[in-house]
C-alpha cells in the first residue's frame, strides 16, 4: 500500500515535470514560427511563483506569441481548510474541510483561426478521501473536423488501455460538462472529462493521468503543426473573437475550477489565465 505522503510527492513531481516537458514543446513550435508570422518574434514563457495564504502556492507559466496568442501553463500544490459554504461541495470534506489538492492546467489560445484552441488539466485531491480529476478538449473556431477526429481518437487509446468502456463515458462525461446551457450549444468538439476517479487501484489510476497528460501534449502539438500555415484573414479574426466569447461566458459561469480556485483562496491571475486575450460580443 502506497502511503499518502508518498503520493502527494509522486503527484507533484509529476506535474512540475509536465508542465516543463509541454513548456519545451510549446516553445520549439513558437520558435519555428509559421508561413503567416515569420516576420514576428517568438514568444517566451515567463515564470512566476505565488504563495497561498492559506497553503501552499502554485507556479505560473505564461507565453504570449506569434503562434500560441495566449498559452498557460500553471502547477499549483496548495492545501488548508476550505469554508463552511464550500466543504459540502467537495467529497469528504464535510466534517473538517481539510484539504491538499496538486494538479496541472494548460489552456492555450492560438493566434490563428484554424489552429483549434485547447485545454487540459489533471489534478489529485485528498480530503478525507482521494481521488483524481481532469481532462482535455479541444475548440476549434474554423470547422476542423479531421484534427477533432485525431484528438479524439488519441485519447480513446489512452482510455481505452486504461478501463474498457471509459472513453465513452469520460466522452459523454466532456460533452455534458463543457456545454452552454444558457445557449444550447457545445463549447468546442469536446474530448474527455472525469471526475471522482478512485478505482481502488491508485498506481493504475495515476499511470493513466500521466498518460493523458503525455497524449494531450503529443497530440495537440500535431494539430497545432498541422495548421499553423493556413492562412487567415482580418475576418477570420472578428469571427474568432465572438467564439471565443462563448469560451469566457463557460469559464465565468460553470467552470468547476474556476470556483474551485477562487473557494480556496487561489492565485487571481492563474485563475483567469483560462480567459483569452482577445474577444467581442456581437
Known amino acids: 500500500m502506497i502511503a499518502l505522503k508518498d503520493k502527494k510527492q509522486r503527484t507533484a513531481e509529476w506535474f512540475h515535470f509536465l508542465q516543463s516537458e509541454i513548456c519545451k514543446e510549446f516553445m520549439a513550435i513558437e520558435e519555428e514560427g509559421s508561413q503567416q508570422t515569420s516576420d514576428m518574434n517568438p514568444g517566451v514563457f515567463n515564470e512566476k511563483n505565488w504563495k497561498r495564504a492559506g497553503g501552499g502556492g502554485g507556479k505560473m507559466r505564461l507565453m504570449n506569441g506569434r503562434i500560441f496568442e495566449k498559452v498557460g501553463v500553471n502547477t499549483s500544490i496548495v492545501h488548508g481548510k476550505l469554508s463552511q459554504e464550500f466543504r459540502s461541495s467537495v467529497p469528504g470534506a464535510k466534517k473538517d474541510g481539510k484539504f491538499w489538492a496538486a494538479g496541472i492546467s494548460v489552456v492555450a489560445h492560438p493566434l ?27 475548440t476549434p473556431i474554423r470547422p476542423a473536423r479531421r484534427q477533432a477526429k485525431k484528438f479524439h481518437s ?48 491508485w498506481t493504475a489510476d495515476f ?72 474577444v467581442r460580443w456581437p
Open 112 to 138: 490563428s483561426p484554424f489552429i483549434p484552441a485547447a485545454h487540459m488539466n489533471t489534478r489529485f485531491i485528498i480530503t478525507s478521501k482521494s481521488w483524481f480529476g481532469g481532462g482535455g478538449d479541444l
Open 154 to 201: 488519441d485519447l480513446k487509446k489512452v482510455c481505452d488501455n486504461y478501463q474498457q468502456d471509459s472513453y465513452t463515458k469520460f466522452k459523454k462525461w466532456c460533452d455534458d460538462y463543457f456545454f452552454l446551457k444558457h445557449r444550447n450549444e457545445p463549447r468546442g468538439t469536446g474530448g474527455i472529462f472525469f471526475d471522482s476517479l478512485d478505482s481502488g487501484d
Open 207 to 278: 499511470e493513466f493521468i500521466q498518460n493523458v497528460g503525455n497524449t494531450f501534449k503529443n497530440s495537440y502539438s500535431q494539430i497545432v503543426k498541422a495548421t499553423r500555415d493556413t492562412i487567415w484573414n482580418k475576418a477570420d479574426l472578428e469571427f474568432q473573437e465572438i467564439q471565443r466569447g462563448r469560451y469566457v461566458e463557460f469559464n465565468l459561469l460553470y467552470d468547476r475550477g474556476t470556483l474551485f480556485g477562487l473557494k480556496t483562496g487561489g492565485n487571481i491571475d492563474a485563475i483567469l489565465m483560462s480567459l483569452p486575450p482577445r
